[in-house]
Antibody, heavy 114, light 111 residues
Framework: QVQLKESGPGLVQPSQTLSLTCTVSGFSLTSYNVHWVRQPPGKGLEWMGVIWSGGNTDYNSALKPRLSISRDTSKSQVFLTMNSLQTEDTGIYYC????????WGQGTLVTVSS | DVVLTQTPPTLSATIGQSVSISCRSSQSLLHSNGNTYLNWLLQRPGQPPQLLIYLVSRLESGVPNRFSGSGSGTDFTLKISGVEAEDLGVYYCVQSTHAPTFGAGTKLELK
């Protein structure tokens, strides 16, 4: 069955770079698109970007200068890198896929703090 | 960017009551391929979102048929016909006809 699992550092210092990994199973990254979505504490959902099955990417225009999404198809992993982190980047980061965003990981909490 | 406006922001209901949530888009969500990529998600506390409805009105597998979706163009509605306790949480509409955007959410509470 389809599974996604996010992993990352948990705590990042302000101005530093965030690196997250989404490890997937049950489908091929070359056949399905994977999105990243984040959620600040107590707030709503924000789409961050997508890596298409063909390998191209698209980003939220507000995050584009700081954001990069890539993948390693041999390891079934998708990577998110975002630089110049600030406290407002604190939140839960999810990877998701499928028609209508049908499948989600459990999310990983990222706290930006010194 | 497409803005999705959800109303009401909070909904208080009794068990068995039928309720509706509105989602209005700042642009038409009709794609050039004829599909309308408007979906509804439910997020229970401490959980990732769960897909309920996709392509406006298609019920995701395993989702109870008390949930239904309707609408077209820029106006969409999620209806719950007979709220149950497990339905409590925050409902989001999300569009992916354009670069994806989410509504602000509607919190369903028990009255």
């Amino acid at each position: 069955q389809v599974q996604l699992k996010e992993s990352g550092p948990g705590l990042v210092q302000p101005s530093q770079t965030l690196s997250l990994t989404c490890t997937v199973s049950g489908f091929s990254l070359t056949s399905y698109n994977v999105h990243w979505v984040r959620q600040p504490p107590g707030k709503g959902l924000e789409w961050m970007g997508v890596i298409w099955s063909g390998g191209n990417t698209d980003y939220n225009s507000a995050l584009k200068p700081r954001l990069s999404i890539s993948r390693d198809t041999s390891k079934s992993q998708v990577f998110l890198t975002m630089n110049s982190l600030q406290t407002e980047d604190t939140g839960i980061y999810y990877c998701t896929m499928g028609i209508g965003f049908a499948y989600w990981g459990q999310g990983t909490l990222v706290t930006v703090s010194s | 960017d497409v803005v999705l406006t959800q109303t009401p922001p909070t909904l208080s209901a009794t068990i068995g009551q039928s309720v509706s949530i509105s989602c209005r888009s700042s642009q038409s969500l009709l794609h050039s391929n004829g599909n309308t990529y408007l979906n509804w998600l439910l997020q229970r506390p401490g959980q990732p979102p769960q897909l309920l409805i996709y392509l406006v009105s298609r019920l995701e597998s395993g989702v109870p048929n008390r949930f239904s979706g309707s609408g077209s163009g820029t106006d969409f509605t999620l209806k719950i016909s007979g709220v149950e306790a497990e339905d409590l949480g925050v409902y989001y509409c999300v569009q992916s006809t354009h670069a994806p955007t989410f509504g602000a959410g509607t919190k369903l509470e028990l009255k």
